[in-house]
């Protein structure tokens, strides 16, 4: 069972249109949790990074939040735009002691229709 | 900053050959530099943690022979995939850890574009 699960597991949504992904996590320890955004094709991007300290980051149109207690993380995209098709990776990383260890959700897969 | 980038992006080639992935930190050191695997709608799947100077660490399941990595310096890491068969056609995708010696959650990794390997 993967210690990182999410979803839907695909969404579409109108452009314009606001939408939330979910993933919860089993990992344990945490150090931190990121989201990442991957174009078909292409390596994942950073949207955020949160520590098991924060609530909620932003980076532009993309709000992430954490409850650390019922592990679960979610993504929330404003007033989408076609170019947010993509998939959305939730990853957890685990300390390691130093040598860090990334757990990859299997992803969301949104599509934004005009 | 922080971009990583991999050569070539995509390659075909017939079975048995040897195909050579090459992945850059262009605008940093990366003393860690990580390759992953990734199958059509699948998450990325660690392969092998590459150190500098060192040998790669692989993870369970992985061939060492089959899949050689060379981390000659803190900007260069290669993957040859050795011997190719059609079930080694995937996307694969190098990251490097921007590091240093004091641990932050914000060390994280910059992921490469990705290189489409199809052996026919």
């Known amino acids: 069972k993967n210690q990182v699960e999410q979803s839907p597991q695909s969404l579409i949504i109108l452009e314009g249109k606001n939408c939330t992904l979910q993933?919860?996590?089993?990992?344990?320890?945490?150090?931190?949790l990121r989201w990442y955004k991957q174009d078909t094709g292409r390596g994942p991007v950073s949207l955020t990074i949160?520590?098991?300290?924060?609530n909620t980051k932003s980076n532009g149109r993309y709000t992430a939040t954490l409850d650390a207690d019922t592990k679960q993380s979610s993504l929330h995209i404003t007033a989408s735009q076609l170019s947010d098709s993509a998939s959305y990776i939730c990853?957890?990383?685990?300390?390691?002691?130093?040598?860090?260890?990334?757990?990859f959700g299997t992803g969301t897969r949104l599509t934004i229709i005009p | 900053g922080a971009v990583v980038s991999q050569h070539p992006s995509w390659v075909i080639c017939k079975s048995g050959t040897s195909v050579k992935i090459e992945c850059r930190s262009l605008?940093?050191?990366?003393?860690?530099m990580f390759w992953y695997r990734q199958f059509p709608k699948q998450s990325l799947m660690l392969m092998a943690t590459?150190?500098?100077?060192?040998?790669?660490?692989?993870e369970q399941g992985v061939e060492k022979d089959k899949f050689l990595i060379n981390h000659a310096s803190l900007t260069l890491s290669t993957l040859t995939v050795t011997s190719a068969h059609p079930e080694d056609s995937s996307f694969y995708i190098c990251?490097?850890?921007?590091?240093?010696?004091?641990?932050?959650?914000?060390?994280?990794?910059?992921f490469g574009p990705g290189t489409r390997l199809t052996v026919l």
């Open positions: 990251s490097a850890d921007i590091g240093g010696r004091v641990r932050t959650p914000y060390n994280e990794q910059f």
């Open positions: 590459s150190n500098e100077g060192s040998k790669a660490t692989y």
């Open positions: 990853v957890v990383i685990n300390p390691n002691f130093g040598n860090e260890k990334l757990t």
């Open positions: 949160m520590t098991f300290s924060e």
């Open positions: 993933c919860n996590y089993t990992v344990s320890p945490f150090s931190n």
């Open positions: 605008d940093f050191q990366a003393t860690t």
